[in-house]
């Protein structure tokens, strides 16, 4: 019998994780530099905790169960987790609270046949406790960063305000209004043609629908609809984090009033990052604004504002793999110690822990023996190992370097 992974699992082997680590490392470098402090939440979560938020489907939930027959998940995203975890582990803290997390995530597939995966590897920020503009700015700035720190350069942002676009549906009635959201979101302009709509919100749901392209020009247009005082007010809110980004930054930026989820989770801006390579456009990762996510998990239901994003590293590799800018092989070992025979074992030992205890990164590997010296030479040649140390009983070492 051979024995294989489960569908949808996958094992990664020594040059795969130096990539993933590479990646990984980057970021995380960033994230310090913006004062940003790692968490690590549970694997496991309760079934209702996953589903409090709203934004995720049971179907796409790996579900478990314990001895008392609890209904247990396997977390399909971190967002959730986070704010279970901001208000029953952290009250009393301090905001804003800069959170990051660099981990895996599950989710079902319901595609078997092809081994799709259901296992993937996130890395993301949750900034809690603050809203308004300079927060928006911060996390949508910190985005551009991590994706300087990884040299990916050609890549843009698509940027919604779900509550812009939420208010705007509200004219529709509400029979149909769910059905107009749904159309929006899949950029489907045959369901709203067949929807029964008057003409006049049949035109307005077109309007909504092409709510994207150049940010001034959208702007224009969203403010030429007959919007009340505080629609005004987010569309101006909206227009001044578009001028801060536009300065601060030169990426491109597509303003898209379209981008709309299906599920009421995003209270406010939203946004997509997709790459243009030789590949083909892929989105990177995706955030945005939950102001009354914590309020359901909160004891009192009192609600604190969120926002972040998720980076997908499976993606950042493709995107990366392309630019050829990943390593390509593991680290090669800095020395190899070898014993000239048996009464040097100690001292061997002893010398590659001396050359260890370096201030710096050494890698050293310890020869194991029963080999002569020209296998053992050609071991460190074929692995790129820098230099041999050849130790004897009495500790004294020859060096050879291996050119």
Not at 208 to 219: A, E, F, K, P
Request: hydrophobic share 40%.
């Amino acid at each position: 019998m051979v024995y294989q992974p489960p569908a949808g699992a996958r094992d990664l082997l020594p040059l795969d994780v130096a990539q993933k680590r590479w990646i990984e490392d980057r970021l995380q470098q960033v994230f310090h530099r913006w004062g940003y402090h790692r968490i690590i939440t549970s694997t496991l979560e309760r079934i209702d905790t996953l589903m409090a938020g709203g934004a995720i489907q049971r179907s796409t939930v790996i579900q478990l169960q314990n001895a008392e027959n609890e209904e247990l998940g396997l977390r399909p995203e971190l967002t959730a987790s986070i704010a279970r975890t901001a208000v029953t582990r952290m009250a009393g803290v301090t905001y804003p609270q800069r959170l990051y997390y660099n981990t895996n995530v599950f989710q079902r597939s319901s595609d078997y046949r092809r081994n799709q995966p259901q296992e993937f590897y996130q890395a993301g920020v949750e900034l809690l406790g603050a809203g308004g503009l300079l927060a928006d700015a911060e996390v949508v700035l910190l985005l551009a960063d991590c994706l300087q720190a990884l040299s990916i350069n050609h890549w843009h942002l698509i940027l919604g305000e779900a509550g812009i676009t939420q208010s705007l549906l509200q004219v529709f009635p509400a029979n149909v209004r769910n059905q107009v959201r749904y159309a929006i979101a899949h950029l489907d302009r045959i369901a709203i043609d067949n929807l029964p709509l008057t003409e006049e919100l049949r035109s307005r749901a077109r309007i909504i629908l092409d709510l994207r392209g150049n940010s001034g020009d959208v702007l224009q247009k969203v403010s030429s609809l007959d919007l009340d005082a505080s629609q005004q007010e987010a569309v101006n809110n909206l227009k001044s984090l578009v001028e801060l980004l536009e300065n601060r930054s030169k990426f491109p930026l597509i303003l898209d009033l379209s981008l709309i989820q299906t599920f009421d989770y995003y209270t406010g801006i939203s946004f997509e990052v997709v790459s243009d390579t030789g590949s083909g456009a892929r989105v990177l990762g995706r955030g945005g604004r939950y102001d009354q996510l914590l309020g359901q998990y909160h004891p009192q239901g009192n609600n604190i504002p969120g926002i972040g994003f998720a980076l997908s590293i499976e993606d950042l590799y493709q995107a990366l793999d392309y630019s050829q800018q990943l390593p390509q092989t593991t680290p090669a070992s800095n020395w190899l110690v070898v014993a000239e025979n048996n009464n040097a074992y100690d001292a061997a030992f002893a010398y590659a822990e001396k050359l260890r205890n370096s201030t710096h990164l050494v890698r050293v590997e310890m020869e194991l023996g029963g080999q002569d010296a020209e296998v053992i030479r050609q071991y460190a040649r074929d692995r790129s190992i820098a230099q041999i140390a050849w130790v004897k009983a009495d500790g004294s070492t020859t060096i050879e370097s291996n050119n």
